[in-house]
């Protein structure tokens, strides 16, 4: 072990407590500040051990470092699931997992797992061993490299797809996939990521995970007649998966009380099991929605900003500044200061301006009645290839409203409510944002 602790000796040595306390008082071990393993063998002492002939007597062989290796990685996992509160201690324990794998050509599903529950995978990237196709942990890690060097959306796709172009082990290939279906689903292209998800569910049909990943595909892409379809054939288990749904169809609906529900009720669940990545997504998704309704605070924009920044997770930055334009859309210096902060940082990620960034605009624009200022974001917006989406079509609402025409068609959503009540509502909304 590189680093170690002294319960982490007790455990798998089934020695005393004291025992270990004195050895890592002796002169061969050294201590140093890493929060939960400060120990280390002097690196001569653990080459000396290392190489040691298994003709020594007490020598091992081989098999039985291999044997206690797999012991000291079922106690880290033990470990790993003690910090699912802490995502830093916890990638301290992963990254020793990983050097482990490593080390004795070990697999470990639940390591795979931790690390992409992990929020910031940027960060995560530079904490792993080098990609390599010819050991397990060796592809677990060629699965973040798209992330590392800073690379962004087409680069980590063209990445991503040549680690899946070679030999891969089938639960990596699996997990890679999905992964692409999520980078392309983030770039708005919707047909090759269901495409994915849905070949991935028919692999395996009993995935929650996959049904409900497919649902939100045909919600973003507006195929709304396919998802009700798709959700009777394949009903989530999960509660929280089908709340987020019924909370997304609400919100296009312009039931914001009811679209704030879901992505809470799920960020919620998430942060208990230690799912801090995709938690911090769904609380974005309800602080973006409390904006709307004028009920986020500029606290509230802040504590998602430094949580998303601490991470390096730039599209829930991109929301949680929008949102704070919101926020501070009365006072022109502060708001225009916070617009042009979200600018740049579209910019130094080799991003587009989105949804986030349109709609914030206008509510400032509309705000203060700055109709050169709305004409300028709606040249902008139409100069952009736009698909369509929920959120597109929240924006397109936004400038219907301030007198232009449509972009898009109105959503042919499922039901027998009338589509006049989707406008109704939204023109409220709109209404109270611009004037409240």
Same mark, same amino acid.
């Given at each position: 072990?590189? &680093? ?5 000796? !007790? ?15 002796? =002169?061969? %071990? ?9 120990? @280390? ?30 012991? *000291? ?15 830093? &201690?916890? *990638? ?42 010819? !050991? ?36 990596? @290939?699996? @997990? ?10 983030? &770039? ?25 990943? %497919?649902?939100? !595909? ?16 394949c009903p989530l288990s999960d509660p929280t998966t089908g709340l987020r749904i019924s909370s997304d169809?609400?919100?296009? @609906? ?8 879901? /992505?809470? =009720? ?22 973006? &929605? ?8 500029? !606290? ?45 940082l579209v910019r130094a990620t080799g991003g587009f301006p989105g949804w986030r960034e349109w709609t ?27 698909r369509w989406s929920p959120s597109q079509q929240v924006v397109d609402r936004f400038f219907v409203f301030?007198?232009? /025409?449509?972009?898009? /068609? ?20 709109? =209404? ?5």
């Amino acid at each position: 072990m590189p &680093r170690f602790d002294e319960e982490l000796i !007790t455990q798998v040595a089934g020695a005393l407590l004291g025992d270990a306390h004195r050895l890592c008082r002796r =002169t061969l %071990v050294t201590r140093d500040q890493h929060p939960l393993f400060p120990y @280390r063998l002097h690196d001569a002492v653990r080459a000396a051990i290392a190489h040691e002939s298994v003709a020594e007597p007490g020598a091992w062989a081989p098999a039985d470092r291999t044997a206690m290796a797999r012991e *000291l990685l079922e106690a880290l996992h033990q470990r790993s699931n003690r910090l699912l509160h802490d995502s830093e &201690r916890r *990638l301290d324990v992963l990254e020793i997992a990983a050097a482990l794998c490593v080390d004795h050509d070990l697999t470990a599903v639940w390591l795979a797992d931790a690390l992409s529950h992990l929020p910031g995978f940027s960060k995560t990237a530079q904490r792993l061993p080098p990609p390599a196709l010819n !050991t397990w942990i060796g592809q677990v890690s060629g699965m973040f490299e798209p992330w590392r060097h800073g690379n962004q959306g087409p680069q980590r796709i063209a990445c991503l797809e040549n680690l899946l172009s070679g030999p891969l082990q089938p639960d990596i @290939r699996r @997990r890679g996939r999905i992964r692409l279906a999520y980078l392309h689903r983030i &770039r708005g292209d919707c047909e090759p990521a269901l495409q994915l998800l849905t070949e991935l569910l028919a692999e395996n049909p009993e995935s929650d995970l996959l049904r409900y990943q %497919v649902a939100r !595909t045909l919600h973003i892409m507006g195929r709304y007649a396919e998802l009700e379809q798709h959700l009777s054939a394949c009903p989530l288990s999960d509660p929280t998966t089908g709340l987020r749904i019924s909370s997304d169809l609400a919100y296009d @609906r312009g039931l914001l009380d009811e679209a704030v529900i879901g /992505p809470a =009720t799920r960020a919620a669940y998430l942060r208990e099991k230690g799912r801090h990545r995709v938690a911090l997504e769904n609380e974005v998704a309800a602080l973006w &929605r409390r904006a709307l309704q004028g009920r986020s605070t500029t !606290t509230d924009c802040e504590a998602v900003l430094e949580d998303a920044d601490h991470f390096g997770e730039t599209l829930c930055m991109r929301t949680a500044l929008a949102a704070r334009v919101i926020c501070e859309a009365d006072d022109p210096s502060a708001a225009l200061r916070l617009i042009a902060d979200a600018q740049s940082l579209v910019r130094a990620t080799g991003g587009f301006p989105g949804w986030r960034e349109w709609t914030s605009q206008l509510v400032f624009g509309m705000r203060h009645a700055d109709r050169p200022y709305i004409d300028q974001v709606r040249q902008s917006w139409l100069a952009g290839t736009t698909r369509w989406s929920p959120s597109q079509q929240v924006v397109d609402r936004f400038f219907v409203f301030s007198g232009y /025409p449509a972009r898009f /068609p109105q959503p042919q959503l499922v039901g027998l409510e009338d589509p006049t009540e989707s406008d109704r509502r939204w023109n409220t909304v709109i =209404t109270l944002l611009v004037d409240p």
